[in-house]
């Protein structure tokens, strides 16, 4: 199991309570034209309004505002790729590579936001790599049918449940990975100006 207990000292291998040395680090690397290669930075008021922002200057003279003016990734609209590489897995770390697969592994999310989800595990007997792809739902809306029929309900646009129903709830997806040797490294990665959130991995 690949979780959040990374956090406190270790991944939980089994029932037993027995933990893994997981590293708990995860690379996050901009898209942002700048790299944010930043040569200065100052925090001021945007020209025209009472608002303040962090604005930034690169190594071609070019000038940033921080929070931009979108509403998600960086500087509110350029997407950030997320990539976390676990250390070679082995028998001794609670993953089973006699069959020649890893299967029915379990992805449990939050449903925050759509993002493209990848995991590549990379066999050392074989030296190659085996992919599996998935996208991480986001919240389901709710319907906007109407209650018994009627166009409003005493004064409503709807009854019950407009909105995100189901924000914030944890999701479950399967996957499998083929390939033979005596460890397998296991790389997770997205590349998403949404926020997203992955509770736990199970490599079954």
Not at 52 to 59: I, K, L
Not at 141 to 164: E, L, M, R
Request: hydrophobic letters at 35%; aromatic letters at 10%; glycine letters at 14%.
């Amino acid at each position: 199991m690949l979780s959040k207990d990374v956090l406190h000292g270790g991944a939980l291998l089994n029932d037993k309570g027995e933990k893994g040395a997981l590293s708990p680090w995860t690379i996050y690397t901009t898209q942002h034209p700048s790299s944010f290669n930043t040569s200065a930075a100052r925090y001021m008021r945007r020209p025209g309004t009472n608002n303040h922002s962090v604005y930034f200057g690169d190594s071609s003279g070019r000038i940033f505002d921080l929070n931009g003016s979108g509403a998600s990734g960086d500087a509110g609209s350029y997407e950030i790729q997320t990539v976390r590489k676990t250390k070679p897995l082995k028998a001794e770390d609670g993953i089973d590579l006699e069959r020649g697969a890893l299967r029915r592994c379990e992805v449990n999310y939050w449903r925050v936001g759509e993002v493209d989800f990848s995991i590549t595990g990379e066999f050392a007997d074989e030296l190659s790599d085996n992919s599996a792809g998935m996208t991480l739902g986001g919240p389901i809306s709710s319907t906007t049918s109407v209650y018994f029929g009627g166009s409003n309900y005493f004064g409503g646009a709807i009854y019950f449940g407009q909105g995100a129903l189901y924000a914030g709830l944890l999701a479950m997806q399967t996957f499998s990975l083929v390939g033979r040797g005596s460890s397998c490294a296991i790389t997770f990665s997205a590349t998403s100006e949404n926020t997203f959130s992955v509770d736990s991995v199970n490599l079954g």
